[in-house]
């Protein structure tokens, strides 16, 4: 079968649906729309009323018009791209035997012996009953060479030892509580399964019902960000959208995207309450709900809003992951799964090894002339480099006096700064 060119792409008809009806109010030119009020999304084309979201873009469109316009834009943009050959990891001097992708299921075959020496090796613990063993490759998980392509686009040629435990245990099911150093690639040990299974219900069940099936809490707006992108580079091409819900943005922006259906809500805790607070949404399809950085959360004092808003939801699988596991951690997944994995890569609260902290004892006076030494030192000074200050006021203050003294450009930031002001 042949593939339209980009020019019979422009020039098809096209046409807007809703599971399996086909909406008959659906504007065809950009001047029969209106224009946006306060807080509405905008078309990205001619700035109206963003009324729709199409489809292969992910963008707002006010009309069938700029639908068009937006997939010429696409259709014109996307040219071959030579990539180069794929990185070939070292060997180790350890064999496992996987068996031939070719076969029905995929799997990897590893005895309990082998198992437990891969776990030793890459310093993966595990703790519950019937927990999978490890994968060794992405493909063993039966993905569609759709997600195993997003997959190599993100670049993750081969799964970590995070994603080799988590990823499995789950797909099986379990609810778990993971512990992973920063940068182990632990975003992508749930994001995957996510995609994976929101993907597949739509596909086999009720692609018709755009209910939310998969949220994701984060304590902060910058870490959604990051977080919700990821996803939607894993779930490209995939009937798999995503709403993000943090300060700073419009809510009924936010809401909008909710409304016209999506797989996952990436969020914060205190504006995802605030927009459940006041709005309608429906939350009993939500499956599987994921926590990143449980510890952070609990140091800014969320979890009365998390367990608000698990209590909102109908029993899905949790996964929480947690740089460190305290107590009050352990307590908090025990009441919201009865049978709960434990999954830590690494030694268990310990700094990150990446991460080299060398003390410096200085007296208090001689504190801002240590710092102008160290960012005027060629040896030392290797930005970018955060400093972290006490108050408002002394970061405005020392940011001035680095950039006077050192000569080094200074930005600080601060919960007065505006959230324009504060990306950099």
């Known amino acids: 079968m042949e593939h339209p060119s980009n020019d019979d792409q ?29 807080g509405e999304p905008k078309c990205v084309i001619c700035n109206r009323y963003g009324e729709y979201i199409c489809d292969e873009t992910d963008d707002d469109i006010c009309s069938l018009e700029c639908k068009q316009t937006v997939l010429c834009r696409v259709a014109n943009t996307q040219l071959p791209v030579n990539l180069p050959p794929p990185k070939r990891l070292t060997a180790t001097d350890e064999c496992f035997y996987v068996r031939d992708s070719g076969s029905q299921s995929g799997s990897v075959f590893l005895s309990s012996d082998q198992t437990e020496l891969l776990r ?26 759709k997600l195993l392509q997003n997959i190599e ?9 995070v994603q080799m435990q988590a990823i499995p245990a789950a797909l099986s099911g379990k609810s778990l509580l993971v512990s992973a150093e920063t940068g182990s690639g632990k975003t992508a040990s749930f994001l995957v399964p996510i995609v994976y299974l929101c993907a597949n219900f ?54 909008h995207r909710i409304q016209q259906g999506v797989e996952l ?31 952070c959360m609990f140091q800014r004092g969320f979890r009365d809003q998390v367990m608000q808003i698990f209590r909102a939801l109908s029993q899905p699988q949790v996964l ?29 609260n310990r700094p990150n090894k990446v991460v080299k902290q060398l003390p410096i004892w200085v007296e208090s006076k001689q504190k801002k002339q240590k710092l102008f030494d160290i960012l005027m030192s060629k040896q030392h000074f290797m930005p970018p480099v955060v400093v972290y200050v006490g108050s ?24 007065e700064k505006s959230m324009k002001r504060g990306e950099i």
């Open 320 to 348: 929480l992951y947690s740089a460190t596991v305290s107590q009050d951690i352990e307590n908090m997944v025990s009441s919201m799964a009865k049978e709960v994995a434990v999954v830590s890569v690494g030694k268990p």
């Open 392 to 415: 408002r006021l002394g970061a405005d203050l020392l940011s001035n006096a680095i950039t006077v003294t050192v000569g080094v450009k200074a930005l600080s930031i601060h919960g």
């Open 10 to 38: 422009c020039k098809s008809s096209v046409v807007v649906t809703y599971g399996n009806q086909v909406t008959d109010k659906v504007k065809e030119r950009s001047r029969d729309q209106r224009e946006p009020l306060p």
């Open 202 to 255: 739509r596909f086999e069940q009720f692609r018709d019902r755009k209910k939310p099936l998969a949220m994701v809490l984060t304590p902060t707006r910058e870490l959604c960000i990051q977080v919700e992108e990821q996803a939607k580079l894993l779930g490209k091409g995939l009937p798999f959208k995503t709403a993000l819900v943090v300060g700073g943005d419009a809510m009924a922006r936010q809401l």
């Open 153 to 161: 686009a993100a670049g993750f040629e081969m799964p970590t030892p």
């Open 120 to 145: 030793s090796r890459l310093e993966i613990h595990v703790k519950g009953d019937l927990v999978p063993p490890p994968i060794l490759s992405f493909s063993s998980c039966n993905f569609p060479q």
């Open 265 to 295: 809500i990436v969020g914060t805790p205190g504006r995802l309450i605030d927009l459940l607070t006041k709005n309608d949404i429906q939350l009993d399809d939500v499956k599987i709900f994921a926590l990143d950085e449980v510890d």
